[in-house]
């Protein structure tokens, strides 16, 4: 049974930094996509930004470009998501998925996500 645990949220000051982690467990993840998702209250949820298990290329949205950075430990079956600068605006509950890469399917893991709150 696939898992993804996601911790590391909690509550910064604008400017400040977290990290966010994702525990990924019940499955091979090589040749699959690991992302990051966010959702804001009362809006829709969005993509953050994604890395491919096997070769490591990644992609982010572009309000988080040059502030947050995707990474993964193979080893540790880890995920990670270094966010700095962090702006209210990044107020959300921050979500981990998969999906196999060579894949036009939605992403088909969840994790429960973790808070993240930025203040003024």
């Known amino acids: 049974q696939v898992q993804l645990v996601e911790s590391g949220g909690g509550l910064v000051q604008a400017g400040g930094s977290l990290r966010l982690s994702c525990a990924a467990s019940g499955r091979t993840f090589s040749g699959y996509t690991m992302a990051w998702f966010r959702q804001a209250p009362g809006k829709e949820r969005e993509f953050v930004a994604h890395?491919?298990?096997?070769?490591?290329?990644?992609y982010y949205a572009d309000s988080v470009k040059g502030r947050f950075t995707i990474s993964r430990d193979n080893a540790k079956n880890m995920v990670y998501l270094q966010m700095n600068s962090l702006k209210p605006e990044d107020t959300a509950v921050y979500y981990c998925a998969a999906k196999p890469t060579y894949s036009n399917l939605d992403y088909i893991y969840w994790g429960q996500g973790t808070q993240v709150t930025v203040s003024s």
């Open positions: 890395i491919t298990w096997s070769i490591g290329s990644t």
